[in-house]
């Protein structure tokens, strides 16, 4: 009996122990996908098209497709298109009289991942220095977006930065 016991207990360790291995295995997998991520996030302008993607699929999820549009020229005279605009009301009912709302998306996540390592370090001047550089960026951003995009009575006298990061996001607002 003890001899039965004692096989049925080994066999269920090493049952065990198999699907540990094989959750190693998966959680390794796991970790090459994120460094595969990181990698194709660490290019400019592939995280530039990430967050205009992101932005795209959230419009055509709450707009219909005469609401919106992509690559629009908003300001007269000029030649930079902003990535989407949403179409707003004119002073008369014609479809082509239409007043934009700019809407760019921006992802400076250098600046952010510098936060994000000096908040893993807990030193306060770091955290300090990582913020204002994180706020000088994203009202750099801003003014850029306000410029080149920005032409009233053509579009709304303000724009919208779309942040595509969550935690990005609610760095900012704090």
């Known amino acids: 009996t003890i001899e039965k016991r004692l096989g049925e207990s080994f066999k269920f360790v090493s049952e065990r122990l198999e699907q540990v291995h094989k959750g190693l295995g998966e959680m390794q997998t ?12 660490s290019n400019v302008k592939t995280r530039g098209t990430w967050g205009e993607l992101q932005l795209g699929n959230l419009l055509e999820q709450i707009l219909t497709a005469d609401q919106y549009s992509q690559n629009v020229k908003t300001k007269a005279g000029s030649d930079d298109h902003v990535e989407f605009a949403v179409k707003l009301p004119g002073s008369s009912n014609k479809l082509e009289d239409c007043i934009w709302l700019p809407i760019d998306a921006k992802f400076p996540q250098d600046t952010y991942q510098k936060l994000i390592n000096a908040q893993e370090s807990a030193k306060q001047n770091l955290i300090a220095e990582a913020s204002k550089q994180l706020e000088q960026t ?11 995009y920005l032409d009233p009575p053509n579009t709304t006298d ?3 930065l779309f942040l595509p990061i969550e935690g990005l996001y609610a760095d900012v607002l704090r």
Not at 30 to 41: E, H, Q, R, T
Not at 138 to 147: D, N, Q, R, W
């Open 30 to 41: 796991l970790a090459i996908g994120v460094g595969d991520l990181k990698k194709v996030l």
């Open 138 to 148: 994203i009202k750099l951003e801003a003014k850029s977006i306000s410029t080149k």
């Open 158 to 160: 303000f724009a919208v």
